[in-house]
């Protein structure tokens, strides 16, 4: 898959909806930038959580709840299991 674009005056270029699709990007993802010794430029999509799926991710304060420690560590606990569940680690 070979695919030409022109940056802007602003240094910016568009990802053509082909390779969009075949990285499964969407609006809001973040790609990675690294140059080799051989000046070859790689650009790949960084793959993990990112800050919005946190969100959520604690239950509501309720009154003579857990101390706030207790209940991030169970929250963590409980997102590494599901990620193990889907493989994703």
């Known amino acids: 898959m070979e695919e030409k674009r022109v940056v802007s005056s602003k ?5 053509p909806k082909t390779i969009r699709d075949y990285l499964s990007l969407k609006e809001g993802d973040e790609l990675q930038f690294l140059v080799r010794e051989t000046g070859e430029v790689v650009i ?20 003579n709840s857990k101390d706030f420690e207790q209940i991030l560590y169970e929250s963590k606990q409980e997102r590494m299991a599901n990620r193990r569940k889907e493989g994703k680690i």
């Open 11 to 15: 240094g910016q270029v568009v990802v």
């Open 44 to 63: 790949s999509p960084i793959k993990g959580d990112n800050s919005d799926a946190l969100y959520g991710s604690l239950p509501p304060r309720i009154a």
